[in-house]
């Protein structure tokens, strides 16, 4: 039974190892100085460095976690009024779009969150096919 999961869930077995790649894939994707990380709470990102990181969750920040400069705390469909004004170099959502109900209304809810030139990046959970990709706005 073991070696059927172990072909059939491969990522699991290996999870911490796994997250840490990811994470540190996603780091070094990061544009500027300003990063906006969405959904970050359960496990935040230690490989973004020198840089300002402004963490927005629905949960409460964790105790003893990595800590980012400021928590904020909201829903995502409500991002954009709760952040209204500001503007990030990039924004990190980090396996949280597969969560919700309406993908689409979070991307446009993100975007005047974003910089001209600011980098949306975007990973999410999905065995046989690429798991990350990133995008760069421009007007």
Not at 14 to 30: G, N, Q
Not at 97 to 103: G, S, T, V
Request: aromatic share 10%; with cysteine; glycine share 6%.
């Amino acid at each position: 039974m073991s070696q059927i999961i172990k072909r059939m869930w491969p990522n699991r077995i290996k999870s911490t190892l796994y997250e840490m790649r990811r994470l540190r894939l996603i780091a070094d994707h990061v544009v500027g100085d300003n990063i906006l990380d969405v959904g970050y709470a359960s496990l935040p990102n230690p490989y973004l460095k020198n840089c300002h990181r402004t963490g927005y969750d629905i949960i409460e920040k964790p105790e003893g976690a990595f800590s980012y400069e400021e928590h904020i705390r909201g829903d995502v469909y409500d991002i954009k009024e709760k952040l209204k004004g500001r503007k990030f170099s990039t924004i990190i959502c980090g396996e949280l779009i597969e969560h919700l109900e309406n993908p689409y209304l979070l991307l446009r809810e993100l975007r005047p969150l974003l910089n001209f030139d600011g980098r949306l990046i975007i990973s999410r959970p999905i065995l046989l096919v690429s798991r990350f990709f990133w995008l760069n706005f421009s007007d």
